[in-house]
Structure formats: C-alpha cells, structure tokens
C-alpha cells in the first residue's frame, strides 16, 4: 500500500529542478538574465528539495505542518477578500448584493436603469458644485450628530437633512415655510442652517404633541399653524404672513414641503403665492410613493434616462425584477405598469394626500403636465445620494435610479474623514431624491 509519505516524495519529485537548457528557456521567456548559474529559480528549487529530504526523514510530523499550512493560507484569503471593500462582515444582504452585481457593478451602478429630470426654462443650474456639497457634509455631520430627535423614524434621515440644510444656508433666506412638521426634525435642519430667521410650520398635528410621548423640538421662532389653528398651504392667506414677517419679496422666502401632497398641486399653489425656492423632500421615483412627484412628472421619452418599457420580457423588465431582490424601493414592471402599459403616476394614478385620494390619468394628462412643469422651471437639481450603499449600507433606495452619490463607493478613507462612519447606518435608509426648484410664471 502507498503511504501519504510515499504519495508526498512522488509529488515533489515532479517538481525537480528543470534541465539547465529549460530553465534558460524559462528565464528568456520573461526577459530575465539567464547568465547566471545562481538564478532565483535555481536556489529556490533546490532548496525544495533540501526540505522534501528533511520531510522524509522526519516521519509523521510533515502531514501535519502541511495540513496547517493549508488551514492558514485559506483563512488569510478570507480576512483579505473582506479587507478589500471595506464591509462589515454582519451585513449578509449586502455581502450576498456583492456577490450578485460583483464589486465592478456595484460601482458603476448608479443610473443604470435611468436618472430622469425636468428641464429648466433656460438651461440654469445651480451655482453649488460638488466640493461645495464635500465641505459641507464636512460641517453639517457634527450638527446632525447633536438633534434633538436621534431615531426620526417616518422623517426625515441624513441625506435629506444635509440637502435642506445645505440649500437653506446657501440661499439665506429672509424666512423660511415648513408644510408638515412632524415630531419637528425639519424645523430643527432649517434652525442650524439659519439661526435668527423666522419659520413658519404648518401641520395638523402640532410638534409639542409628540413632547408628551419621547423626543420632539418646538422652535422659539417659528409660528405655528398646527393642531386646531391648521392652514393647509393652498388656502393660507399669504399675504397676511408675509405683512406681519415684513417680506416684502417673496423671492428671498424658502418654501419646504414635506407633507406628501401631489407636488404638481402644491408648485400651482406656491407659483399663485409668488414664491420662488422650493424644496420638495420625496421627490418619489416612478411607480413608488404616495403622492404625485416631479420625478415621476418628468420621466418622459424625451427626456434621457426617461420612460419605461412595460414589455415583460424587455431587458427592462429582467433588470428590474433582478434588482427588486436587493434594494427595497426597487419596482418590478408588474408594478409599475398599469392596465393600458400605463406607468405614468403610479401605475397610471395620480396619488395625493397620502394616497388618500388616487385619480386616474392618462398618459396626454400626463404629458401635460410635464410640459407644464418645464414651462415654470428656471432650475431643477435632486439632491444625489451623500454616499455609496458599499459604505452606507443603505438597502432602500435602487441605485439604478439614482445620481452618482457625493461620496461615491470605494472611498472608505474620505467617508471617515467626513465623520459618515460614525452615524448609525440606519440614517441613511431614507433617500427619496429630495429636489429644489426655482420657479417662475410662464
Ligand atoms: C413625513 S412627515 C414630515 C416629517 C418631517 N418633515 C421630518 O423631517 O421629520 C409628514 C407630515 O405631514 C403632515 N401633513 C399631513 N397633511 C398635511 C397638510 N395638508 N399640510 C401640511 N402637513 C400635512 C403630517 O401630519 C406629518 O406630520
């Protein structure tokens, strides 16, 4: 019978050093200098056979070293491979999201089911570029980490909390419009931005309620329209507000709106009542949400990155069902198309309220209103995602459908140094492409 140690010398005499003449061979092959007798080839394959002498004399000890040499070297390839992306090894989601797209995709991911927009009047954009957005996360991470409402669940996360931050403090507005406070995270993000503006909030449910329960903020400076003095925005006598605010130019008051109303209704309103500067929080992408948005507004053939196939055997269709495995928010061509192939809306509907109310529309409507929508717009800009799922965690939104993040994937060192890493991952679960318009009458 042959014994492990007679299979072990027979394995290693394979290897024994080559022929003077192949190793030359060898050593031209890759342009190394074959002149010299003691070649790095050489030393190392005689010294494989020292060993192999040594093993044979030794016995039964070799079996072992080598089988704990194998356990080493496949424990090492292990620790490595996960050093590499810089992942917690917790996360199984996102380790099996890895495997399926591969490290490649995962970076260049994001857009590649399509980034629809809504054209501007004219072309503008916004004067902030991407290191603007870099600093500010830089200074916006340490206020974030001092709110008053830690877990915001059903608000506000990060990633929108720093747009409307950043937008708030770059525009310097003389006073700032909340439609729907909540527990009052929003107004606190518009009180770091600009600390003595006055704030006006409008919500059925006043902030000071939810004090009662756990963590809230009420604002000394705001003026509430909530509980039993609630005034929707559409039917606010504006001009009373802004007479006792002293604005006489509605182009220098802030108007954000986060209160789930069908956003094609709300810039009627706001255009009627002169102002300028919205922010809208979901900015829902098409076939989610429950209220009309610009995103959805906006995702027409013309535009690049818009309209859908509702084939169901398109590429599209494949795509989406794929990636509905992994990312939350991700909808499948089942769901985003309706009776009659319609997509526009949600499945052809156009939601307001909370989905409380759900119209019908067609796809000339909605049409329509894109043109509309284009004929008020002097600029449009969604804010992009702060940083890469690889670094986020983040599971909800599909990076298919959105803009290259701030922090793009891979660029661990740079999350840290901005002081990311130090939030809890569940702040960044709630993109939904918040967006500001400038707006102005056709
Ligand atoms: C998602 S929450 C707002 C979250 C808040 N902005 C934050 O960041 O924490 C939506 C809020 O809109 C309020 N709301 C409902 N209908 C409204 C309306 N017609 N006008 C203003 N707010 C409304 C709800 O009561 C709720 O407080």
């Given at each position: 019978?042959?014994?492990a140690k ?8 394979i290897?024994?050093?080559p ?25 190392h ?5 020292r060993i ?6 030794t ?24 050093d ?16 399926f ?5 995962l970076?260049?991911?994001?857009g ?26 830089e ?10 409402i830690?877990?915001?669940m ?7 909390s ?17 439609s ?9 993000v518009?009180?770091?931005?600009m ?9 059925p ?10 963590p809230?903020?009420?604002?000394g ?13 559409g039917?606010?006598?504006?001009g ?6 002293g ?12 209160d ?8 009627k309103?706001a ?24 995103r ?38 089942e ?6 192939e ?7 509907h ?5 989905n ?16 509309f ?32 993040p701030?922090?793009?994937d ?12 130090r ?14 318009l400038?707006?102005?009458k056709?």
């Amino acid at each position: 019978m042959t014994t492990a140690k007679q299979m072990l010398e027979r394995a290693l005499s394979i290897r024994r050093p080559p022929h003077a003449s192949e190793d030359a061979g060898a050593a031209e092959d890759e342009g190394g200098d074959e002149t010299g007798d003691e070649s790095k080839t050489r030393k190392h394959i005689s010294m494989a056979v020292r060993i192999t002498n040594y093993l044979t004399r030794t016995g039964y000890l070799w079996p072992i070293l080598v089988i704990g040499l194998i356990i080493v070297i496949i424990s090492s390839v292990i620790i490595s491979s996960r050093d590499l992306v810089c992942i917690s090894a917790s996360s199984s989601d996102h380790i099996s999201r890895l495997r399926f797209f591969g490290f490649d995709e995962l970076e260049s991911d994001f857009g590649s089911l399509g980034v629809p927009w809504c054209r501007s009047k004219h072309g503008k954009d916004v004067e902030w570029t991407s290191k603007d957005l870099l600093r500010g996360l830089e200074e916006f991470v340490p206020i974030y980490e001092t709110r008053p409402i830690q877990n915001n669940m059903y608000g506000m996360g990060f990633d929108h909390s720093f747009g409307l931050w950043f937008i708030t403090r770059w525009l310097k507005p003389d006073l700032m419009i909340e439609s729907g406070a909540f527990k009052g995270h929003s107004t606190w993000v518009l009180r770091q931005a600009m600390p003595d503006i006055p704030i006006v909030s409008l919500s059925p449910r006043h902030p000071e309620k939810y004090l009662k329960k756990g963590p809230a903020y009420v604002d000394g400076n705001c003026t509430y329209f909530a509980g039993k003095d609630f005034v929707d925005f559409g039917s606010m006598d504006w001009g009373r507000v802004m007479r006792k605010h002293g604005i006489k130019d509605r182009s220098r008051v802030l108007v954000f709106f986060d209160d789930h109303q069908n956003e094609l209704k709300r810039l009627k309103q706001a255009l009627k009542a002169g102002f300028k500067h919205l922010v809208f929080e979901d900015n829902y992408d098409t076939g989610t949400g429950d209220h009309y948005s610009f995103r959805q507004i906006c995702d027409q053939f013309y535009i690049r990155g818009g309209g859908h196939s509702c084939f169901k055997d398109s590429d599209e269709a494949r795509i989406r069902h794929r990636r509905r495995k992994f990312w939350e928010k991700a909808v499948d061509i089942e769901e985003l198309c309706g009776p009659g192939e319609a997509w526009w809306g949600v499945r052809g509907h156009m939601r307001d309220d909370f989905n409380h109310s759900n119209k019908a529309i067609t796809y000339a409507e909605h049409f329509q209103n894109s043109r509309f929508v284009e004929s008020v717009l002097d600029v449009y800009w969604e804010l992009p995602p702060v940083a890469g799922p690889s670094l986020t965690h983040q599971t909800r939104y599909d990076p298919a459908r959105a803009p290259t993040p701030i922090v793009e994937d891979g660029r661990y060192g740079l999350f840290r140094r901005l002081g990311l890493s130090r939030l809890d991952n569940s702040v960044f679960n709630g993109y939904t492409q918040m967006v500001y318009l400038q707006v102005s009458k056709p």
